[in-house]
């Protein structure tokens, strides 16, 4: 009898790391400043186990083969040094991370529609693109992160210079040893072309849900099952698991119609649909065997001076829609009890 029940004990302890043993992470922003104790306080508290640390380049135009990254011109956290510091005090509070270099385009025009008008510059871009991703993809294996991202919604730089990212995969895998993934946005990860060389099918999942101004439960469960049929699908074709390297909602009316929109629009603040349409994305996903878990964009190091019950941006912080984050990322120690 005794046998029985420590049988019964260990399935159910599988079952439980099964259900809840997920990438349960925020998208840590980048500060001109150091972190400290008090900066990784909130995330502790929220609960995630892991972090997304994001060093950026930057590049003029649309059409510009400049790619400027690690400069003193940066904040801190936008460069090599403030990025490994921020890693080793996530690590020192057993918050593992995955590097997630990206680039920003002045005005902040979108990077999948960049291309270049010629062969000569996209042999420059892709010598500078090069140099970032290994410049970081070495400090990944430095501080032994988790995770390494390749890139981050570049749509049309994936599609003409194929070849170079095969390449550029080889080389990330000859200075790191962790995982691998690329962050695809939500209307190019069923065409990405190297899924099979990464750990990873890497998903900003900004997918449309419905058009209704206050969405409801019902409205926002509905709009992802096509979505979600096909993500699955991929999962099993590819046999790799989904991981949203980006997921969240603006507090904002009309929250599932573009879910990827960063304009300063004056929308009214909606903090319930925020809530809501977070909250159905866990119900969706996070019980599912072929995914990986997430990272909520995004994450500000001042807790106490971000987002709020008059913010309509993607922050969760100081919002209901934080409670929904902690209570989900918590389930795994009240699993245990």
Known sequence: MKKLIY?????????????????NGVSFVASGEEVAQHHIDPVLKVGANYAAVMPFGF?????????IFNTDRQWYGERREGA???IEKLHQNGVSVMVKPQIWIFDGQFTGN????????????????????????EMAEETQSDIFCIGTELKTFVNERP????DLIKKVREVYTGKITYAANWDEYA???????????????????CERENPTIETLTEGWQPWKTKMRELAKQEDKPILFTEFGYRSMDFTGKKPWLVDRNQMNVNLKAQADATQVLFNEFWSEDWFAGGFVWKWFMQHDQVGGHADNRFT??????????????TQVKKSSL
């Open 7 to 23: 049988l019964c004990v260990l399935v159910f302890a599988s079952c439980a790391t099964s259900k809840f043993d997920k990438v």
């Open 59 to 67: 590049i003029r135009d649309l059409d510009s083969p400049e790619l």
């Open 84 to 86: 490994k510091q921020y």
């Open 114 to 137: 960049m291309k270049m008008p010629s062969e000569e510059d996209w042999e420059k871009l892709e010598a500078s693109y090069e140099a970032f991703i290994l410049l970081y993809a």
């Open 163 to 166: 070849g170079f990212w095969n």
């Open 191 to 209: 065409k990405t072309p190297f899924w099979s060389d990464l750990d990873f099918i890497g998903v900003n999942a900004y997918f449309p849900l």
């Open 316 to 329: 969760p912080q100081n919002k209901p829609a934080e409670s929904i984050i902690r209570r989900q990322y």
